[in-house]
């Protein structure tokens, strides 16, 4: 079991990490044309593609390993220990490109939500206050461990999702023939 997990977890983490880091990269960062929302898009759509692993490694265990039984339980089991390997290497992964590579990240990020705000024709004490909020937000994300616990709250919920679909669809108390 513990194989299966760390396999699919691993294979799950590249995946997912090597999307994210893709998308931030070029998309919002390197290209001078920042797509945010496009980013974001292709960021949680690599996710569901990245746990859709979950599933096949909930079923590759059942099948193999388990006689085609397993309870949702173990399945849930299975399924929460894979997320969390795929998610540490995503938060990891971040964290390293964030504080070595595009430490002015928020700073481009804040100022696309202000652009965003102005243009939607926001009143200048809305500007105002989302500025000083952003710029909060900003101090605190240089700490690495809010950083890495508001990057964990970004894909532990997907996962979460992913895993408990998973697991309802592939239970089962019976032996197949």
């Known amino acids: ?19 994210m880091l893709s998308s931030v990269n070029y998309l919002s960062h390197c290209n001078g044309n920042t797509g945010y929302e496009t980013s974001m898009l292709i960021g949680y759509a690599s996710m569901l593609l990245a746990f859709s692993l979950v599933f096949v490694g909930i079923r590759n265990y059942r099948n193999k390993y388990n006689e085609g039984v397993i309870s949702f339980g173990k399945a849930f089991k299975i399924g929460i220990g894979m997320v969390l390997i795929a998610s540490t290497i995503y938060v990891l992964s971040w964290l390293v490109d964030y504080f070595f590579f595009i430490p002015d990240f928020m700073d481009k990020y804040a100022a696309h939500m202000i652009g965003e705000l102005k243009a939607n024709g926001a009143s200048q004490a809305e500007i105002a206050s989302q500025t000083k909020e952003m710029a909060d937000f900003a101090v605190m994300y240089k700490n690495p461990f809010f950083n890495a616990m508001m990057t964990y709250m970004e894909i532990l919920p997907v996962g979460l999702v992913v895993t408990l679909i998973s697991s309802l669809i592939l239970k089962s108390k019976t032996v197949k023939n």
């Open 1 to 19: 079991m513990k194989k299966n997990i760390l396999v699919y977890g691993l294979i799950s983490g590249i995946i997912v990490s090597v999307l």
